[in-house]
């Protein structure tokens, strides 16, 4: 997308524009197809207990994968507030659930894993608090679990893959950075991470936090199941 500060300060704006009255405007601020554009959102905080109490008490859809997966960008996409979550240049530093706030429900971002230079206790650690949450909390609605199209599954997401499936929750897999492929790649790719992790084509959305492609059909699912229906 162009930005209208860009085009004013270039050519075109020197020369007082060139244009012909024809194309519309490209839409710079929320989506309305997202549900979750039009829906205020607060940031509640960061918690170390996976049974921490939150008032009120509403379902929670959870946001989990590999550090560096693309977490917080997809958040912040789906949202639609760039600077809600925190895009990170040192992964894996967190071991805390951040809660976020919208009327119906909680977007809860959790830690990511599989960050290479964590030590033992940290891993651990990491494992309790996870397993903890996924296990226990009773509010929790369905998982959102995020894999980079472009990687095999890695051993942590196959652990990933065996608590999420122990602990029975609806779980959406969803495929991060595609526009990172190519428009023709991009189906055979999708295929090929869906068979490596034995899913379904209705278990998967591509998305791009980037090109925004999958972000406003994601929004739609997580309201979806946050109020307890099957999108
Ligand atoms: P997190 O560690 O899982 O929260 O991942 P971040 O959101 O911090 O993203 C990790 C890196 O991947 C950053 O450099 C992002 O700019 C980049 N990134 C995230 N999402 C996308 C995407 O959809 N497309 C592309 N091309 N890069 C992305």
Known sequence: MRSAGKRGSGEAGK???TGALGAPLSHPGPDPSNPLHIRPIEFVGSFPDALVSVDPALPEI???GRSNVGKSSLLNALVGRPGLARVSGSPGKTTLLNFYRLPEFYLVD???YGFARAGKGARAGYR???TGYLRTRSSLAGIVWLLDIRHQPSADDLEMQTLLAESGRPVLAVF???DKLTRSGLPARANELAEALGLQPDQIQLTSSQSKLGISELAASIVAAAAGEDS
């Open 15 to 17: 020369k007082g524009g």
């Open 62 to 64: 959870a946001f989990i």
């Open 128 to 130: 309790k608090l996870v």
């Open 110 to 112: 959790l830690p990511g």
């Open 176 to 178: 991060t950075k595609a």
